[in-house]
T-cell receptor
Framework: AQTVTQSQPEMSVQEAETVTLSCTYD???????LFWYKQPPSRQMILVIR??????QNATENRFSVNFQKAAKSFSLKISDSQLGDTAMYFC?????????????FGQGTILTVHP | DAGVIQSPRHEVTEMGQEVTLRCKPI?????LFWYRQTMMRGLELLIY????????DSGMPEDRFSAKMPNASFSTLKIQPSEPRDSAVYFC?????????????FGPGTRLTVL
């Protein structure tokens, strides 16, 4: 079974600064996907960024980028130029490839607060 | 598209009562997932369907929980009888068919409180 661990229950950052959220996972498989989801106070789960395990290049989406270290099974999220709207809980998630459907395994989440 | 629709958004009930949560997936999506979010256990998958057929229900906590998907546009999650420890936010998500991973789109969730 796969596990996902987020070791930072809470993080805070000043507006316009950069913050990195950590995530490690455990799997013996080679074909998988990793994700970061954002859950603002509205509770809506929003996909921030995804990474296919077979891709060596780190994914980037505007101010969001990841540092994917496959051998170390590490998948951190970097948020640049933090904005007040980035305040949310962030979940790291794992998906085992092979089908278009299947379960997402989530980490425990990291609450990020962006201060003005 | 309206996205995944869940109802009710909030439910408060008393212990022992039956609770039914409802979900309408995005049109054209053929896989549907029920997740539960609690402070203690985080986000966990309860059950998922593909083409209306339950594929994996190993996350369903106990026999008090049941889920159905009578057609491609509707699913229910029922708790009978409910207990205070069932208090949580329940999410429904859906995804479209394909050979590789497709994004799961989440509904807004139902916050259930069992007194």
């Amino acid at each position: 079974a796969q596990t996902v661990t987020q070791s930072q229950p809470e993080m805070s950052v000043q507006e316009a600064e950069t913050v990195t959220l950590s995530c490690t996972y455990d799997t013996s498989e080679n074909n998988y996907y990793l994700f970061w989801y954002k859950q603002p106070p509205s509770r809506q789960m929003i996909l921030v960024i995804r990474q296919e395990a077979y891709k060596q290049q780190n994914a980037t989406e505007n101010r969001f980028s990841v540092n994917f270290q496959k051998a170390a099974k590490s998948f951190s999220l970097k948020i640049s130029d933090s904005q007040l709207g980035d305040t949310a809980m962030y979940f790291c998630a794992f998906f085992l490839g092979g089908t278009s459907y299947g379960k997402l395994t989530f980490g425990q989440g990291t609450i990020l607060t962006v201060h003005p | 598209d309206a996205g995944v629709i869940q109802s009710p958004r909030h439910e408060v009930t008393e212990m022992g009562q039956e609770v039914t949560l409802r979900c309408k997936p995005i049109s054209g999506h053929n896989s549907l997932f029920w997740y539960r979010q609690t402070m203690m256990r985080g986000l966990e998958l309860l059950i998922y369907f593909n083409n209306n057929v339950p594929i994996d229900d190993s996350g369903m906590p106990e026999d008090r929980f049941s889920a159905k998907m009578p057609n491609a546009s509707f699913s229910t999650l029922k708790i009978q009888p409910s207990e205070p420890r069932d208090s949580a936010v329940y999410f429904c998500a859906s995804t479209s068919p394909g050979q590789v991973y497709n994004e799961q789109f989440f509904g807004p969730g139902t916050r259930l409180t069992v007194l």
